[in-house]
């Protein structure tokens, strides 16, 4: 969010970059609900009902799948416009902070989000609402509706946030299955871009399973890149693929003089889980490791002479964590985690998450060419 632009040092081998966490939320200025049905299309869908509180409020809530056979294309990428683009709204957000004299101010700031559930449920980034004192989300036909921070839902480790309007009867988006798309098909990235209404880039997709460190402390894993323009205001906004579904969220972008077409979109099979247990409980406790990894593929395992092929190579280990008192080192491969099978960076993230905080999982790994086995106690992730 260029209200408060971070740029972020990543080494990526000798090329030193900057990563914009908050390129999609786009500075403008400065001055002195009911029931959720979140749509998803396959022939195979299955949800689950569950009676809780959502946003604040006591709601059943239909959680789906992702969808597992992709839908027909569209004919053109504007049907594809046409059919996504009145389920995007632009948000905007007033922040109180304090300038370099000290004195208080109001930053005005713009980003994206789409419609999850006809009742009013939208998704967008963390960072386009933090610290946000007052919301406002515009809607295609041009209504407007405003949105009490206070009954936010956001995880700022995803960087996903839920936002509950009064309003039903809304088009929500359909959710597509992320894995299924392939390098070099085409998507539609649908965005708020600069503020200044929404409209739509287009590009391919350009890798899956992307791991970028944007600190000591913190690792987005699963990402899609993208070569579709993602500019300052398209933050929170869907990637959609040709049939309409929303594949992935718009989040990241990479900025550096001579670097173009590097944007990057959480993935919905990423992303899905995580905005089931916002819209459930409306907080995220997280088990925590203490490693930051690399996927292991045969590039890799050639340059640092690994045993294996595949798994997830640890990269940095917090001395006080978990992974520390089990004995985990740098350069050790992970190859298995609490009885699943490690072949990708995203695949460890995922399964450390899928397990709980205090549960005890072993852990296999190599190091050198030795195979070994560890166990280790999850922690519940520190706050940052």
């Avoid at 988006?173 to 200044?196: P, Y």
């Avoid at 398209?234 to 077409?261: H, M, W, Y």
């Avoid at 247990?277 to 890799?300: H, N």
Wanted: aromatic share 4%; charged share 10%; with cysteine.
């Amino acid at each position: 969010m260029m209200k408060r632009k971070i740029l972020i040092a990543l080494s990526a081998a000798v090329i030193v970059v900057s990563l914009v966490f908050t390129s999609g939320c786009q500075l403008i200025s400065k001055i002195g609900e009911g029931p959720a049905n979140i749509t998803t299309v396959t022939t195979t869908t299955t949800t689950s009902d569950i009676t809780t509180t959502a946003i604040g409020q006591t709601t059943t809530v239909n959680l789906p799948t992702t969808a597992s056979t992709p839908a027909v294309n569209l004919a053109s990428i504007a049907d594809v416009v046409a059919k996504v683009k009145p389920s995007v709204v632009a948000i905007n957000v007033n922040i109180s902070t304090t300038n370099i004299f000290g004195q208080n101010i109001t930053e005005q700031g713009a980003g994206s989000g789409w419609v999850i559930s006809s009742d009013g449920i939208i998704v967008t980034n963390n960072h386009v609402v933090d610290g946000a004192t007052s919301i406002e989300v515009v809607f295609n036909d041009g209504s407007k509706a405003t949105v009490d921070p206070s009954t936010v839902a956001a995880d700022s480790i995803t960087d996903l946030a839920i936002l509950k309007v009064n309003k039903t009867g809304l088009t929500a988006l359909q959710i597509g299955n992320s894995t299924t798309e392939r390098v070099g098909d085409w998507v539609v990235a649908i965005g708020n871009a600069l503020g200044q209404g929404i409209r739509a880039t287009a590009g391919i997709v350009s890798r899956q399973d992307v791991t970028l460190d944007i600190d000591t402390a913190t690792q987005v894993s699963g990402l899609i890149e993208t070569d579709a323009a993602i500019n300052p205001g398209n933050s929170g906004g869907p990637l959609v693929n040709l049939a309409g579904q929303v594949i992935g969220i718009t989040s990241l972008k990479l900025t550096q003089s001579g670097v173009e077409g590097m944007g990057y979109a959480i993935s919905m099979n990423q992303a899905l889980p995580v905005i089931q247990q916002l819209i459930s409980t409306g907080v995220i406790v997280y088990p925590y490791l203490g490693i930051q990894t690399q996927t292991v593929d045969a590039s890799t395992a050639n340059y640092y002479n690994l045993p294996v092929s595949q798994g997830a190579l640890l990269t940095y280990i917090d001395p006080s964590s978990p992974a520390s008192k089990a004995g985990l080192k740098v350069r050790d491969v992970i190859v298995k985690f609490n009885g699943q099978t490690v072949d990708t960076a995203a695949a460890l993230l995922n399964s450390i998450r899928s397990a709980k905080v205090g549960q005890s999982v072993e852990i296999v790994f190599y190091r050198g060419n030795n195979q070994m086995t560890t166990t280790a106690s999850l922690v519940q992730r520190p706050s940052q």
